[in-house]
T-cell receptor, first 113, second 117 residues
Framework: AQSVTQPDIHITVSEGASLELRCNYS??????LFWYVQSPGQGLQLLLK??????LVQGIKGFEAEFKRSQSSFNLRKPSVHWSDAAEYFC???????????FGTGTSLTVIP | GAGVSQSPSNKVTEKGKDVELRCDPI?????LYWYRQSLGQGLEFLIY????????KSGLPSDRFSAERTGGSVSTLTIQRTQQEDSAVYLC???????????????FGEGSRLTVL
């Protein structure tokens, strides 16, 4: 069955430190992969997506993610975190046929000064 | 419109009342999704509309929940006889369908926060 796992429920990092949020998926074919960010009281905003091609994708706000097929992972990274990055982050898998999207349970990021 | 619009942004109701939540997707997007997000939880899929096809209702938690999409655009999610456990943020998203394949990225509205007293 298709699923998305975000192993870290909550992460705390210092401002300026690097960040990596983990995402593992289970999907029978080549997936479409997404990272979304949700600030308090807001809807979800797309950070980046992978459909095909270069496995290292760049997104908004200085984020990047790397698709590793052998590890079924799509981890999100940022070299230097800003206080404004504090939010909830969701990884998602979209089917390349049909309509289903599968979301992880999210990782809450706290940034300390 | 420029983005997905949802209304009301906040709704407080009494247990047992019916509520309607509205979603206006991005113009031209044929796919429309409803999700529920309870406090501290991830996204729970509720229902999916794609063009004129029959909707995928597999995520609706009970028969008190229903949704329709008129004219392939605006959608209304209706919850009858609301219960306290229905309190959550209801998110709507729309998407364009990639030619010959699955859906593209989802564009989300800001949600409707429902509180059932």
């Amino acid at each position: 069955a298709q699923s998305v796992t975000q192993p870290d429920i909550h992460i705390t990092v210092s401002e300026g430190a690097s960040l990596e949020l983990r995402c593992n998926y289970s999907y029978g074919a080549t997936p479409y992969l997404f990272w979304y960010v949700q600030s308090p009281g807001q809807g979800l905003q797309l950070l980046l997506k992978y459909f095909s091609g270069d496995t290292l994708v760049q997104g908004i706000k200085g984020f990047e993610a790397e698709f590793k097929r052998s590890q079924s992972s799509f981890n999100l990274r940022k070299p230097s975190v800003h206080w404004s990055d504090a939010a909830e982050y969701f990884c998602a898998v979209g089917a390349n046929t049909g309509n289903q999207f599968y979301f992880g349970t999210g990782t809450s990021l706290t940034v300390i000064p | 419109g420029a983005g997905v619009s949802q209304s009301p942004s906040n709704k407080v109701t009494e247990k047992g009342k019916d509520v309607e939540l509205r979603c206006d997707p991005i113009s031209g997007h044929t796919a429309l999704y409803w999700y529920r997000q309870s406090l501290g939880q991830g996204l729970e899929f509720l229902i999916y509309f794609q063009g004129n096809s029959a909707p995928d209702k597999s995520g609706l938690p009970s028969d008190r929940f229903s949704a329709e999409r008129t004219g392939g655009s605006v959608s209304t999610l209706t919850i009858q006889r609301t219960q306290q456990e229905d309190s959550a943020v209801y998110l709507c998203a729309s998407s364009s369908v990639l030619a010959g394949s699955g859906t593209g990225e989802l564009f989300f509205g800001e949600g409707s926060r429902l509180t059932v007293l």
